[in-house]
Every structure is written in C-alpha cells, then in structure tokens.
C-alpha cells in the first residue's frame, strides 16, 4: 500500500512538472523566444518544479515524524 501510494504520488507530480516545463516553453515561445531559449525556459521549470516538491516532501516528512 504505502510503496504504491509513493509511485502514484512521484508519477503524479512528474506528470505536473512535465505540464509545467510545457506550458513555460509554450508561453516562452509565443512571446518569440528562439527554440533553445524556449526549451531552457522549459527545463528551468521543470526542476524548479521538482526542486519544490522535494523541499515540500523533505519538510512535511520532518514535521510529522
């Protein structure tokens, strides 16, 4: 139960950072970036994505210990 309430949950919130990182590069590239300028845009979102659900998952963990 609980390994698979933790791959549904990473699968979940890879799901939203790949949303995230395409919709960044969507947006990037309607205001006329260049492709490269637009897949950066993307990539700095996507880890910035996980960075946060890292820093969320490491905090919650700590305080329900």
Request: without cysteine.
């Amino acid at each position: 139960m609980t390994t698979a309430l933790i791959l549904l949950t990473t699968g979940f919130i890879l799901v939203i950072a790949l949303l995230t990182a395409a919709g960044a590069g969507k947006i990037a590239r309607l205001d006329g970036a260049t492709y490269p300028a637009a897949l950066t845009r993307a990539a700095i979102a996507f880890t910035t994505v996980l960075t946060l659900a890292i820093a969320a998952t490491s905090t919650l963990t700590t305080l329900l210990k």
